[in-house]
Structures are given as structure tokens and as C-alpha cells.
């Protein structure tokens, strides 16, 4: 397989230029719906929120990612890294610009997600063809779970446009300068990771779309080339900010101190597979700072899971399940800032419409890894297509008759389609893989420490385009115009 998949159909140059004017209709469509949520909707920031932006303003202020505590009488400057300092820290840039009003997140906010959008659909024309990456655009231009999030002071769409970026970036590059494509990628997902500390794990990944042509020892010494630049350049992004952790800390902290507290929360004995509050009756009553703390936790959590790792483990399809089951997140924080303008109908409605559009997008990104049955196919490989086939729609049918609703299956079906060698599946380019590896990166957090249906909003995007190669022909060429990659015709 080349870098960005087989060679298919060639669309005409001006092509080109018609995809950039796509792609600007694209992002002012998006931001007028997300401007539209930001601005009717948001108002006090909760929840995690609240900390989100009360960081920014202190780093907007000029006194760092930090509080004040009061010390014999005396306010002290008391430093902060429980929680990612990236998404504060790009909303204190505009809160010094613009000032910290009420509005000035979900505007931002707002041009974020427009910009996932473009990405979006700039990322799918190496992944499918032109008609199709267009619809992967619309789908997440329209997806409501994401315009709603313009309102949310919360860091899921910031995350999800380093994902897209760095994928996009070296996707753009991967035939002409794969090295400066490498570069670009590794600093996009060192900022991700500032974000959200997970983001990094996709890094190996972005090597699929440099492996070219060759012997199998070729391909793995490009890919591996660009995974150890992209890696190690996002490695050094986030040092600084480590650095800093080491100097004005209790002890060194890569990005944040919560990675402690998430793994006892999904291992505690108390732990239900989603968030519970840890108490120091827990197991960590004494501790003099946030480093100290989370890797008491840590120890605390590994403890647990030591000593009764059947009960560990059989919290995983819990953890699953609330993060892939249902998306209600939005509402109830709409509902926490603005109680009255949210009665528990208008909620209720919320949540039913935000689920079914998230249901509807993870089976057909599962289906976006499966054959049409209907072209021509081998006995063997057509039965194989209809199995996947009728496995998604089983899960689907399942899930509504279920008193439970469990659609967590989706997302594990969408890995092992993507992974398996299944006869007859459509063609799986480079970026289709590292849709699915960003799909298996979240899985695989979540089912480690806990689930929330907020933390699969990240890799919506990622949904919307994998959707929009839903029952593609059997061995469909998920090729890219000739202008998008630098694609030769046939022969």
C-alpha cells in the first residue's frame, strides 16, 4: 500500500480550487450554527469548566496557572497542575486580548469547532474521494453534540483539532516533505497534549502515512522515522512545561497530577466504572501537595487492581458504556449554568437527540469498514462483508431493545474491523488507520480508568468522517484527488 492507499479514480486539477472553496463554505456554515450556541446559551462556566477558565484568567492576569491560599493571615501565590494547563492557557490568550467576558470562550470556542470542521473534510481527501470527504465535512459541520459544545467552557474541541491537525499535516506532506510534516505533526501534538495528556498516544500512528512503497523493512523504518520525529518533537513541546512542574511543585509532573486520582476512581472499591468522588477515608489522608497526592492515589489504584484484578477488569464494558452509550454531558451542563432556561423536558429532548445522532455516527463509522455486499465478491469474501454487516445492525437492535442501551460494542467493532484483515473489506489507507487507532486510543483510556460520555466528543470528528465511508464497494480505492495528494493516474 503507498503512504495515503491505492491508486484510484483522478480528479480534475480545478478540483482543486473547488475543494478550497468547500472548505471555506464549510467553515463559515459551522461557526454561524456554534456562533449562534455561544452566544443564546452559554453563561457561567461549571463544573470543570469553572476551573478551566478561573486558570485562564489567572494566566491572563499575569500570575500563572495558579490560586491564592491564605497562610497565617497572608495571601499566598500557590501553583496549580491538577488539571492539563493547555486549554487554560489558550483562553488566556484571548481573555488578554479581548478581555475575560462572558462571551469571549464560547467565541473562541465557536472558531475552534468551525476549524475542526474544515479539518475534517481537508483530512478526509486523503482518506476517500471527493464526494465523500465533502459529506464527512457536512456531517461534522451539522452534528448537534459538537455545536452545543460551542457553549461548554470544556477542552474536548480543542483536543480534537490537534488530533485532526497532526493528522492532516502529515497526511499533506507525507509525499514532498514528510520531514517537515513530521515536525509540524509533532508540534501540533505536543500542544494536544497540553490539552489532554492522551493525545500523545496517537503519535505511533502517524507514521501509517509514510510507510510508502518498498520491502515490509522500508515501510517500517519511514514509519517509524516519522512516529520517532513526530513523538519526540511533542515530547519536547510539553518539557518546558514540565520543567516548570519540577521547579514550582512538590515533584515532577509530565503534564498534570489528575492521571493518579482517574486510575483509583476506576479502581476503587467503590468505583462503578464512571466518576465517584475519592475520599481520604479512601487511602490518602495525608499528603502536602498535588504531585504527592495523585501518586498516592496511583499507588492506591495499583493496590486495588492487584489485589482483585477480576473485579478490575469486569468494570471495563461499565467504563465503556458511559463513555460511548449515550452523550448527555451538554445538557446537563446547560442545565447547571442556566437551570431555569433548562427544565428537565428540554433536557430530556436534548439528551434523546444528542444520543441518537451519536449512536447513528458510531455504526456507520463502524459500517465505514465494511464492503457493500452488493458488488460483485468472492463466496468467502461476501459472507465475511454480511457478517460485519449484520454484527453492526445486531449491536444496533440490541441496543435499542436493551433496558441497558449498551452501543459501547460500536466502538470496539470499528477497532477490529479496522484491524483485522477481514476478505473483501474496502481499502484501508493511512488515514483510515489513524482514524481507527484515535478511536482505539480512547477506548482503551477509558476502559483503564473510567468512563464519561463527554470524553468520546473528542473523537466525534473522527466519527463523522469514518461515517462518511459507510458500505464503500469492496475494495474500494479510498484514494484522494491527484490534486489533494499527488496521486498518479492508473495505468
Known amino acids: 500500500m503507498s503512504p495515503l492507499g491505492a491508486r484510484g479514480a483522478v480528479d480534475k486539477p480545478s478540483d482543486e480550487g473547488r475543494d478550497r472553496l468547500f472548505s471555506a463554505a464549510l467553515f463559515v456554515l459551522a461557526l454561524l450554527l456554534r456562533l449562534y450556541v455561544a452566544i443564546a446559551w452559554a453563561r457561567e462556566p461549571v463544573w470543570d469548566g469553572h476551573y478551566y477558565d478561573f486558570g485562564a484568567r489567572?494566566?491572563?492576569e499575569g500570575f500563572g496557572y495558579s490560586d491564592d491560599v491564605v497562610v497565617g493571615g497572608q495571601r499566598v501565590w500557590h501553583p496549580w497542575c491538577h488539571y492539563p494547563v493547555g486549554y487554560s492557557g489558550f483562553l488566556a490568550i484571548f481573555y488578554r486580548l479581548f478581555g475575560a467576558g462572558p462571551m469571549t470562550a464560547p467565541v473562541v470556542n465557536a472558531v475552534t469547532g468551525a476549524l475542526v470542521v474544515v479539518l475534517v473534510h481537508r483530512l478526509a481527501r486523503y482518506a476517500t474521494t471527493k464526494n465523500r470527504a465533502r459529506a464527512a465535512g457536512l456531517l461534522c459541520a451539522l452534528d448537534p453534540g459538537l455545536i452545543v459544545y460551542a457553549a461548554l467552557v470544556m477542552t474536548e474541541p480543542l483536543a480534537a483539532l490537534g488530533l485532526v491537525a497532526a493528522g492532516w499535516l502529515v497526511a499533506r506532506d507525507a509525499k514532498t516533505k514528510p520531514m517537515r510534516g513530521a515536525l509540524l505533526a509533532g508540534l501540533t501534538l505536543g500542544l494536544a497534549t497540553l490539552v489532554r495528556p492522551q493525545s500523545l498516544l496517537c503519535a505511533p500512528a502517524l507514521?501509517?502515512?509514510?510507510?510508502?512503497?518498498?520491502?515490509?523493512?522500508t515501510k517500517l523504518k519511514k514509519g517509524l522515522v516519522t512516529a520517532g520525529i513526530a513523538l519526540a518533537t511533542a515530547v519536547l513541546v510539553v518539557l518546558p512545561w514540565t520543567a516548570r512542574n519540577c521547579r514550582v511543585m512538590d515533584g515532577c509532573a509530565f503534564v498534570s497530577t489528575n492521571a493518579g486520582w482517574n486510575l483509583a476512581i476506576g479502581a476503587s472499591p467503590r468505583a462503578t466504572g464512571r466518576f465517584e468522588t475519592l475520599r481520604a477515608s479512601d487511602g490518602c489522608k495525608v499528603v502536602t501537595g498535588q504531585v504527592q497526592q495523585d501518586q498516592c492515589w496511583r499507588d492506591e489504584g495499583l493496590r486495588w487492581i492487584t489485589n482483585d484484578p477480576i473485579r478490575w477488569l469486569s468494570l471495563v464494558p461499565k467504563k465503556?458504556?458511559?463513555t460511548?452509550?449515550?452523550e448527555s454531558f451538554p445538557m446537563g451542563y446547560l442545565g447547571e449554568a442556566n437551570p431555569a432556561a433548562w427544565p428537565e423536558p428540554r433536557k430530556a429532548t436534548g439528551r434523546a437527540v444528542l444520543t441518537t445522532v451519536h449512536v447513528a455516527l458510531l455504526a456507520l463509522a463502524a459500517l465505514g469498514l465494511v464492503a457493500s455486499p452488493l458488488g460483485r465478491l468472492p463466496l468467502r469474501a461476501r459472507?465475511?462483508?454480511i457478517a460485519a454487516l449484520l454484527a453492526v445492525l445486531g449491536v444496533v437492535l440490541h441496543g435499542i431493545l436493551s433496558d441497558a442501551h449498551p452501543f459501547w460494542p460500536l466502538a470496539v467493532l470499528i477497532v477490529l474491523f479496522g484491524a483485522l484483515p477481514?476478505?473483501?473489506?474496502?481499502?484501508?489507507?493511512?488515514?483510515?488507520g489513524y482514524l481507527v487507532?484515535?478511536?482505539?486510543t480512547v477506548a482503551l483510556t477509558h476502559a483503564i480508568f473510567f468512563g464519561e460520555d463527554r470524553y468520546h466528543v473528542?473523537?466525534?470528528p473522527v466519527l463523522c468522517l469514518l461515517a462518511a465511508l459507510a458500505l464503500r464497494p469492496s475494495g474500494a480505492l479510498a484514494a484522494p484527488s491527484r490534486a489533494a495528494a499527488d496521486v498518479p493516474p492508473p495505468s
Do not use: E, K
Request: charged share 10%; proline share 5%; glycine share 10%.
Open 320 to 322: 465503556l458504556s458511559h
Open 58 to 60: 489567572r494566566i491572563a
Open 422 to 432: 477481514l476478505p473483501g473489506a474496502p481499502a484501508r489507507n493511512a488515514a483510515v
Open 324 to 326: 460511548f452509550d449515550h
Open 458 to 460: 473528542v473523537i466525534t
Open 437 to 440: 487507532f484515535a478511536v482505539a
Open 207 to 217: 507514521g501509517l502515512f509514510t510507510l510508502g512503497d518498498g520491502t515490509l523493512r
Open 383 to 385: 459472507l465475511t462483508q
